[in-house]
């Protein structure tokens, strides 16, 4: 990922792994870098600038200047490695007077494959010109200003020669890269009482938990027995199985078993133990569980799951941070889940096959 100017980043470039900490104190901006990459991931899902970016004033990099037409903005890309090798997105967005994308090329194989550029300030497009290598070497059309192109290339791109079909390959290996997201920030006062019923997918505070356990105990029989093997090590006292169970009002609420007749409430449980099961519930689920946008142009059987998580050791043990950061690598590996994260010290992570540790300063 590169935050060329984006906020408090100023010609940065960070690697991304299936598991990524950003490692620092307040103020280092781990936040913002997890902010870019979840608007990168939405943005390679069709979004839209408005939805990915709702106060875009604030990724304007401090100090920066407006040109004499009062227009001010940041700059954010990533390379995605894969079969095509690597392909480069950079991509200019304009905060003010309008929000906007003003510039955006997709580079691969030494080749420009895409390139955009704002001509007329006037118009809500711009002028987009594809790699084709045919009869003409590109190919020009208009393409909204507030989409990224990348990710409409394949309703525009016929795929007839060589050079299109280049096109297509990088534009999904970049797509399917970033992949759909699910920011999550369990909040444990939340998740203590009795739910309604409902749709079964979880919010990214995790209020609605028993609710979706109620749903994936019956239909990820599979999944539900290694998150109950995980609870092993993140709560206190034996587990033998995670319940959920209907109340007379239409509520759900959830308990664990304790294996001896015993059931305890999730009320009684602490806020690391809490913290500590809903991450884990995130980690070994996916996108058809949680509440997450149906990424745009990326196949079913292509789609994976990135999980953000600021604070991910927040109220954690030693024990519990180390046996999730450990779920987080096994499904890393497996390739079903990539996982963001921020931790103010990542020492603890030291060794973890599969983690890249990115540290920050202020």
């Given amino acids: 990922m590169r935050l060329s100017a984006f906020a408090g980043h100023r010609r940065a470039m ?33 979004a839209s600038l408005a939805e990915v970016f ?33 392909v480069r997105l950079d991509v200019a967005v304009q905060a003010e007077p309008q929000l906007r994308i ?8 030494g080749v ?26 590109v190919t020009r059309a208009p ?29 999904e290996q970049m797509v399917v890269a970033l992949r759909s997201v699910f920011r999550c920030d369990p909040r444990p006062d939340s998740m203590r009482a009795p739910v309604p019923a409902g749709t079964g997918r979880l919010l990214p505070g995790c209020d609605n938990l028993a609710d979706v356990l109620w749903r994936t105990r019956s239909e990820c029989g599979r999944r ?17 199985d995670l319940l959920a169970e209907p109340l007379a009002d239409g509520a759900v609420r959830a308990l664990l078993d304790r294996g001896d007749g015993t059931r305890t409430e999730l009320a009684r449980l602490g806020d690391g133990e809490l ?10 689920t996916g996108p058809g569980v949680l509440e997450v946008d149906a990424p745009g142009e990326v196949p079913d059987a292509l789609r994976t799951l990135t999980v953000l998580a600021d604070g991910f050791d927040r109220a954690l043990d030693s024990s519990q941070r180390r046996e999730l950061l ?13 996982c963001a994260a921020a931790v103010s010290d990542a020492s603890w992570a030291a060794g973890v096959q599969g983690v890249t540790v990115v540290h920050l300063t202020p």
């Fill in 275 to 284: 913290r500590y099961l809903a991450l884990t519930l995130v980690l070994l």
């Fill in 14 to 46: 960070f690697p991304l792994g299936p598991v990524t900490l950003f490692a620092g104190p307040s103020g280092s901006g781990k936040t913002t870098a997890l902010g870019a990459y979840e608007a990168l991931a939405r943005l390679g899902g069709g």
């Fill in 112 to 137: 420009v494959l895409l390139e955009t550029a704002l001509r007329d300030p006037g118009r809500r497009s711009v002028q987009a010109a594809w790699h084709t290598a045919g009869s003409s070497p």
């Fill in 143 to 171: 393409l909204p200003d507030d989409r990224l192109g990348t990710a409409l290339l394949p309703l525009r791109v016929a795929g007839k020669t060589d050079g299109q079909r280049q096109v297509l390959a990088a534009a």
């Fill in 326 to 338: 450990g779920t987080a690598a096994r499904m890393g590996e497996r390739g079903h889940i990539r």
């Fill in 224 to 240: 539900h027995a290694q998150l109950v093997g995980a609870l092993h090590a993140g709560c206190a006292g034996p587990v033998a």
């Fill in 102 to 109: 003003v510039g955006e090329r997709l580079t691969g194989g």
């Fill in 54 to 86: 709702p106060e875009p004033v604030a990724c304007v990099p401090e100090g920066a200047r407006a040109d004499a037409e009062g227009r001010r903005g940041f700059r954010i890309g990533c390379t995605a490695e894969g079969s095509e090798g690597p």
